[in-house]
T-cell receptor, first 112, second 112 residues
Framework: DAGVIQSPRHEVTEMGQEVTLRCKPI?????LFWYRQTMMRGLELLIY????????DSGMPEDRFSAKMPNASFSTLKIQPSEPRDSAVYFC??????????FGQGTRLTVV | GENVEQHPSTLSVQEGDSAVIKCTYS??????FPWYKQELGKRPQLIID?????GEKKDQRIAVTLNKTAKHFSLHITETQPEDSAVYFC???????????FGTGTSLTVIP
């Protein structure tokens, strides 16, 4: 397996634009996580899914953020409209129940 | 949810010395405690983990200890090498068993 695959690796967008981040988890994993990493706040859990169902989205900062998992092999994190304070590295990770979470390479988002 | 605190935030050691990073957690239901290493510009990767049914686990130069009563766990790196320089994160899985809550990270520098 190629591991968790995220795209794009880098995204630069203007304030107010919609941004969509994509993730393909490791095949067979039944949990998928979205994290945001910044210097100030470290690694924050935004939302996680179990068997494609969102379980806990309490970490999503506000209504501008939304996440979907239409099937077991694909998830998206969308920010609309984007703001400069959303600039961060966004990681997707997947795992089996109570086991190691494998991280993707991350998407570095810059909102100008 | 779970609250994981990690200390110190930065740590510098001489090559060959030992390094210790400590974490505490708040939710007694947490039973899985992974440690991740993140090199600059890369994804977090698991280096060792421990489950609540054991008190200590060792893998070559790396060991982790867990005190369930006190709700703290520690990472020990012996005979440190320059390639150990990175940011280390502890995590706990919270009361649902599969939400990974991360500490704020320790930036370790090994001085040759």
């Amino acid at each position: 397996d190629a591991g968790v695959i995220q795209s794009p690796r880098h995204e630069v967008t203007e304030m107010g634009q919609e941004v969509t981040l994509r993730c393909k988890p490791i095949s067979g994993h039944d949990y998928l996580f979205w994290y945001r990493q910044t210097m100030m706040r470290g690694l924050e859990l935004l939302i996680y899914f179990n068997n494609n169902v969102p379980i806990d989205d309490s970490g999503m900062p506000e209504d501008r953020f939304s996440a979907k998992m239409p099937n077991a092999s694909f998830s998206t994190l969308k920010i609309q409209p984007s703001e400069p304070r959303d600039s961060a590295v966004y990681f997707c990770a997947s795992s089996f129940f109570r086991s190691e979470a494998f991280f993707g390479q991350g998407t570095r988002l810059t909102v100008v | 949810g779970e609250n994981v605190e990690q200390h110190p935030s930065t740590l510098s050691v001489q090559e060959g010395d030992s390094a210790v990073i400590k974490c505490t957690y708040s939710d007694s239901a947490s039973n899985y405690f992974p440690w991740y290493k993140q090199e600059l510009g890369k994804r977090p990767q698991l280096i060792i983990d421990i489950r609540s049914n054991v008190g200590e686990k060792k893998d070559q130069r790396i060991a982790v200890t867990l005190n369930k009563t006190a709700k703290h766990f520690s990472l020990h790196i012996t005979e440190t090498q320059p390639e150990d320089s990175a940011v280390y994160f502890c995590a706990a899985n919270g009361n649902t068993g599969n939400q990974f809550y991360f500490g704020t990270g320790t930036s370790l520098t090994v001085i040759p």
